[in-house]
């Protein structure tokens, strides 16, 4: 069995998971062959990701005329399926707020990735996200080749991008989510195509399991990990410790964020302008064992998004036996425990974010401990290598290599109401 492992930006800093989702099926005897949309374009910090970006192909290394290239090739070879896979283009373009021009270069992009496909001779596509599933479906289209991809959220479930999701769970041979909040909102999508929707976690990183465990510092030290946009809720952060440092008794606190982005210089400049910068470091990214360093240098991690998946810092942290501050958004609650293994705000509430964070902060050595605690077990038990052996288990085996699946593949009726926005 051999299978295209497709992504958007890969290998990169945040998506250690994603690797580990290619080591297991390896180890489980199928071969994989990575591919990316466009490389990352900074360092890897991690030496498995140095690894694996050297055996992944990048679809757009081929340039405009690789790309012109596959599509006439395409055209050529296969008229009839080049011209439905162009069509589904149109038609899903139609109905998303990227377009049918946008659609019609994943057109082109899909081409490129059947060429690959075909000189590799892979027997399956499997995707992450919502561009790179687009593409792989296409594809799936152009070759026959069956595909299926993993939602992790929130970004898949973009209300304008509502169709195009529903058309990617008919046609896919199986579809994984990460979280039983995602697997419910494709169930409810796509009801047709509820029994080839499966919940497999994510995998921990294993090195945050070996060693001792390292009792929590005494010193009033918080710790965030992750990509400076938007969605992470970090104005809410910045506003929540200019609450806490303006109350009448203010806690000691220290901040340490690993991590960039298109919002860090603005946020930079704000925490200044909040009085912030003397309690704030802003560390840049780092490898595994810098986030690793901060977070087992902190009381608890910090993470106050707005919207998220499950995201693998929360699983890093409580496997390193911190509690953690978070919200209850999406698949957050399915890993953490208000009261047992940390604390969960309502998203964009820098009063209730600051009363979790003052806790956090004055909590007992013992309770924060017994928390800590809680956390790795709850990791340790729901997100190891089992989770790796069930996605395994989802591909074909080498005798059914070929066979249809029943209703992947082709379009269904649209469930009454899945389309709407």
């Not at 901040?255 to 930079?268: K, S």
């Not at 840049?284 to 919207?307: F, K, M, N, Q, T």
Request: charge should be positive; proline fraction near 10%.
């Amino acid at each position: 069995m051999r299978v295209l492992f497709f992504l958007n930006r890969y290998p990169a800093p945040s998506h250690g998971c994603m690797r580990r989702d290619a080591e297991s099926l390896r180890a489980a005897g199928i071969d994989v062959v990575p591919c990316t949309i466009r490389r990352h374009p900074g360092p890897l910090g991690d030496e498995a990701d140095r690894s694996e970006r050297g055996r992944t192909h990048a679809l757009l290394d081929v340039g405009a005329s690789g790309l012109a290239s596959a599509t006439a090739g395409a055209w050529c070879a296969r008229p009839g399926r080049a011209s439905g896979a162009a069509g589904l283009a149109l038609r899903v373009g139609s109905r998303s707020s990227r377009g049918p021009a946008r659609h019609l270069a994943y057109f082109a992009e899909a081409c490129a990735l059947a060429r690959l496909a075909e000189r590799e001779g892979v027997d399956h596509i499997h995707a992450h996200f919502g561009n790179s599933t687009t593409i792989a479906m296409l594809c799936g289209a152009i070759t026959g080749l069956p595909f299926s991809f993993t939602v992790h959220g929130p970004e898949e479930f973009d209300p304008a991008d509502r169709p195009g999701l529903v058309e990617k769970c008919r046609r896919a041979a199986f579809v994984r989510a990460i979280s039983e909040d995602a697997a419910g909102r494709l169930r409810d999508l796509a009801p047709s195509a509820a029994g080839r929707i499966h919940v497999v976690r994510i995998m921990v990183d294993p090195a945050t399991l070996v060693g001792p465990e390292v009792e929590p510092p005494t010193a009033p030290r918080l710790a965030w990990v992750g990509r400076m946009v938007p969605r992470k809720g970090l104005d809410t952060l910045l506003d929540a410790l200019a609450l806490l440092a303006a109350d009448p008794e203010p806690p000691e606190f220290e901040l340490e964020l690993i991590g960039d982005g298109p919002d860090r210089r603005r946020l930079e400049r704000r925490a200044g302008a909040l009085g912030l910068p003397g309690r704030i470091r802003f560390a840049g990214w780092g490898g595994p064992p810098d986030v690793r360093r901060a977070i087992r240098g902190a009381r608890a991690l910090v993470l106050p998004s707005e919207a998220e998946g499950l995201p693998n810092v929360l699983l890093e942290a409580m496997a390193l036996g911190r509690p953690v501050v978070s919200t209850g958004v999406d698949g957050i609650p399915e890993l953490v425990l208000d009261g047992v293994n940390g604390w969960l705000v309502p998203p964009g509430d820098p009063r209730a974010l600051a009363s979790a964070i003052r806790e956090a902060l004055l909590v007992p050595p013992a309770r924060l401990g017994a928390m800590g605690a809680a956390g790795r077990l709850a990791v340790v038990e729901r997100f190891g290598p089992e989770q790796g052996r069930r996605l395994a288990s989802l591909f074909p085996s080498p005798a059914e290599v070929g066979r249809a699946v029943p209703g992947a593949s082709s379009p269904m009726p649209e469930p009454q109401g899945a389309s709407a926005p």
